[in-house]
């Protein structure tokens, strides 16, 4: 990493913590009452979500775009601090900088982001006019010309910028397809938060945990649709896919296994059910058929400036790769505090079985994954010619590889959501921490994998000791819990 990017990393530090602790702020506010506040309350939960939702990205990404939207969010918590002390706010008025602690520290965040975007526009603006030539040929007023009666062979004609490109009557019927792409992306995200925000209105707020859910996934689904209107990169796209696909995990979830103790039956309620299932159906749908017309992009722009490399600076990819490895941390993290604060329902059922049935059929499938897992290691082994008797793996051998590894992963999911419904993350002896402990780091090992093998750009080992670290994962979760109660509740050191 360059010495000059360090002060643009600082800032970009700095305001993912200021974001992060005005979200943190709200959401402890709206838990301890504000959450019965009319209208005030949700729009708690909306600052809450939002400040996390774009300090995450901001981890990862750092656009125009998003520092943005982060002074918006600080704006408009000040002047809803302001308003809810002199005109009241939806018929809620505060007094001074009650509640303490929170209210002052509240201020301090929201000016410091607000300190921080400021900072970071003017050293961008100055890093920019020290960059800018002062003369056609690049030097300095003044500078003597070492060799002022050398000829220079004229330059061919320049390649076209991707904007000219984009100005040709092809380029604006090549952009087409994108544009209608995105405004049907936007569309069918609102649709989504439409439904879902009509339903927390309609009665869906009163119900536990599942009404914050409703409200968090309309609010974030507007929030990406309004963002997909000014620029549309590919971690929006990855987000408007995310919300897609939660929204139908937690669909098929409230119908069959149920979510958080709520479940629905059918397509009830109607239309909004149907509706939702279209919308979302349609935004992966979207997702998915805009990655081709990506790619062509990228190939057409690569044509038209080949003079100019598409690649970010070696210092700055680094960082990118980098701060991309605390997405798995995050999913482990919050894989610990779900399992920490959820209070345990010990009769929930895994295939419709329960109690000591469940525990043997969990001991059951845990077996089964452990197999798929040492299929997966030698397949592994034989892609990277570890296995002498054996000639290099054909094709085949790599497709049936990541077929496995999506049907073990596949099988995972409800043992890991019996084991985290049924019991958490506990510590009362050593084999229950072990389990817990690495059954959370589970899923941010697969997380970690996926990042290596899409990114390409890890060194050579990285990715044989993700799936190294994923296997001896599945081995240790197996040891601490199937073979413990396969064995009559022993496990040799446990």
């Not at 308003?83 to 209210?103: D, I, K, V, W, Y």
């Not at 044509?303 to 991309?324: F, I, K, M, Q, S």
């Not at 329960?354 to 499938?365: E, S, T």
Request: hydrophobic share 50%; net charge positive; glycine share 8%.
């Amino acid at each position: 990493m360059s010495a000059r990017s360090l002060p643009v990393l600082a800032l970009r530090l700095a305001l993912v913590a200021t974001l992060a602790g005005s979200g943190y702020i709200h959401a402890q506010l709206y838990i301890d009452g504000y959450r019965l506040v009319h209208i005030i309350g949700p729009l708690f939960l909306l600052q809450a979500s939002t400040a996390f939702a774009v300090a995450a990205l901001l981890l990862l990404v750092a656009p125009l775009l998003l520092r943005i939207a982060a002074a918006t969010i600080a704006a408009c918590t000040l002047i809803g601090f302001t308003a809810s002390r002199t005109t009241g706010l939806f018929g809620f008025s505060e007094n001074g900088l009650h509640p303490t602690p929170q209210a002052p520290l509240s201020l301090i965040a929201e000016a410091l982001t607000l300190l921080i975007l400021a900072s970071w526009q003017a050293s961008e603006a100055r890093r920019q006019r020290r960059s800018r030539p002062t003369d056609g040929q690049g030097g300095h007023e003044g500078d003597p010309d070492p060799q002022p009666s050398v000829s220079r062979p004229r330059p061919g004609p320049r390649p076209q910028s991707a904007a000219a490109v984009r100005r040709t009557p092809q380029g604006r019927v090549a952009a087409l397809p994108a544009l209608a792409l995105r405004l049907a992306l936007v569309a069918t995200l609102a649709g989504s938060g439409y439904i879902h925000a009509q339903l927390y209105i309609d009665g869906y707020r009163l119900v536990h945990i599942i009404g914050p859910l409703f409200l968090l996934q309309a609010s974030t689904a507007f929030a990406v649709a309004a963002l997909l209107l000014l620029a549309a990169p590919l971690l929006l796209r990855i987000a408007a896919a995310t919300i897609a696909a939660c929204t139908l995990i937690g669909f098929t979830a409230s119908r069959t296994t149920g979510l958080f103790g709520f479940s629905e039956n059918g397509l009830h309620p109607t239309p909004q059910a149907p509706l939702s299932l279209i919308a979302e159906a349609l935004t992966l749908l979207i997702v998915v058929v805009w990655q081709p017309s990506l790619a062509a992009a990228v190939r057409s722009r690569a044509a038209a400036e080949p003079g100019e490399g598409l690649a970010p600076p070696t210092g700055r990819r680094r960082l990118y790769d980098v701060l991309w490895l605390l997405l798995p941390v995050a999913v482990m993290a919050g894989l610990l505090w779900y399992g920490r604060v959820h209070t345990p329902d010990y009769e929930t059922s895994l295939f419709g079985s329960r109690g000591d049935d469940a525990q043997h059929l969990k001991a059951q499938l845990g077996s089964a994954l452990l197999g798929l897992a040492l299929i997966q290691l030698l397949l592994a082994l034989w892609i990277y010619g570890r296995l002498p008797a054996l000639r290099a793996a054909p094709h085949p051998v790599h497709t049936t590889h990541r077929l496995i590894g999506l049907i073990a992963f596949l099988l995972s999911l409800p043992i890991a959501r019996h084991c985290i419904t049924a019991y958490g993350v506990q510590f009362t002896d050593a084999r229950v921490a072990l389990h817990s402990l690495t059954g959370c780091f589970l899923y941010g090992a697969f997380v970690a994998k996926v990042v290596v093998v899409r990114h390409r750009r890890w060194p050579g080992w990285a990715l044989p000791l993700a799936g190294g670290v994923l296997v001896t994962s599945i081995a240790l979760i197996w040891y601490a819990a199937p073979l413990w109660y396969l064995n009559g509740f022993q496990a040799p050191g446990l």
